[in-house]
């Protein structure tokens, strides 16, 4: 049979693969057990063994240090930022700077960077396809959150050469749901794909006509999903708990696994209940050598108060998406619930006040990304039937440093990708070879407050008087959301020679 290419949902929780089969059906591809997702956790255990999945699931209460969780909302970031500080914050693995301005995680006394993380991720989920199709999986269609910068995203095609995968397209989660509702229905729809996972939360409306998928505005923030609600609810038993003995068992890391455990468990529950008991024994002891419990119960009401900040952003952010659309609520024909935390009854009450209908159930929030993926993967086949047309966007502008730290953006905010831009530059002062430029990612008008994506470096400049010599820079965006840039003399037509440097930012 002709191997196949298949398509993975790297999650921040948890993570998929599905598979378009022979006769066009798309299958979830099953993991030990009739699960069809892995959770994306990585671990060494004490006798220096690597565990992948639900084995690192399960020994993670006992070996919090060298288990590596959640760790997709590290990837592409430098170690200075607020996403990295808040994370040292509470993961019990060690976070320290990496030689690349990006950060390293310790498991097992060996440090990973993120490409690491992530390859032994997508390593398992393709073995267990590998596995399951009986064949060896080499190509993988990935998803990444829409709202992943550029940097983000070439992590993940580095995480697949890392093990042999050719990530062949990296594609937006939000429109790999869209894929799921809409590919072969021929339909024609704008629909809103609101995406609150585990780490991430995105929102992309698209209108899809037939076959031709088109992102109209997309937005998110990579720092709200599911584990900031089990934050929440962490820190009001920490507090509760602190009120009644005066104990701080944040310093904890075996109190904080069971906490962090048994709080995901009650939000998830209360999203069927009203009312759950929490209680955890014998979860610290007194200095008198007590054993000192958790006794304490959550209702609905009180999960909802405690989070309304959360589900208040997620919409502030839908809002501005649905302006910078150009559309307003009643154009919108249907809103798409996808990612785990959607299943929180106060998501789907808020967001039906806010478009004046109920989220549709059209798609399945834990699969449609994974089989959106398998969908476009298989569209990308040479002998398929199946040809859909993604017309996607950037997140954020991008664009570069003038003088004085200010940004000059090239692509604005949503514009469509692929994309090509050219901006004239002239030499500055006399026998000028090499002209650096610093590029950056982000909507703010100053450098210092965007991510920067490089240093480039063009090099093989005529020498010549200042100002004398024009250089052509080539800025090209491509369907993945990934730049590369080029240069050349318009005079000769000769190319410069490009370098890259990913440099601490300021
Ligand atoms: P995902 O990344 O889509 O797998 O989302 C996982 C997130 O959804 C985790 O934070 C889960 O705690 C959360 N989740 C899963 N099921 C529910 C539920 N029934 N109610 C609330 N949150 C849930």
Known sequence: MKEPIIGIDLGTTNSCAAVVEGDGDVKLIPYKGGEYTIPSIFAIDDKGNELIGYEAKRQWQLNPRNTIYGAKRLVGRPFQSDVVQQMRKVAAYSIRPGARNDVVVDAGKREFTLQ??????????????????????????????????????????????????EVV???????????????????????????????????????????????????????????????????????????????DLAADPVAMQRIKDLAERTKIDLSSREEVAFNIPFITMTAQGQPLNIEMKFTRKLLEQLTSQLVDRSLQIVARVLVDSGLSTKDIDEVLLVGGQTRMPVVQDRLTRFFGKPPSKGVHPDEAVAVGAALYAHSLEDDTNLRVQLLDVIPMAIGLEKAGGAFHSVFSRNAAIPNAKQLLATTSFDHQTELAMRIFQGDHELVANNDMLGEFTFSGIRADRAGAVQVEITFDVNIEGILTMRARDPATGREMTTTVRVTSQN
């Open 169 to 247: 397209r990296i594609i937006n989660e939000p429109t790999a749901a869209s894929l799921a509702y809409g590919v072969g229905k021929g339909m024609n729809k704008t629909v809103v794909i609101y995406d609150l996972g585990g780490g991430t939360f995105d929102v992309s409306i698209i209108e899809i006509r037939d076959r031709v998928f088109e992102v109209k505005a997309t937005g998110g923030d990579i720092f709200l999903g599911g584990i900031d609600f089990d934050d929440v609810l962490i820190h009001h038993v920490l507090k509760d708990f602190a009120g009644k003995t005066g104990i």
């Open 116 to 165: 690491e993380f992530s390859a032994k991720v997508l390593g398992k989920v393709r073995d267990v396809a590998s596995a399951h199709l009986k064949q060896p999986i080499r190509r993988a269609v990935v998803t990444v959150p829409a709202y992943f910068n550029d940097r983000q995203r070439q992590v993940v095609k580095e995480a697949g050469s890392l093990i042999d995968l």
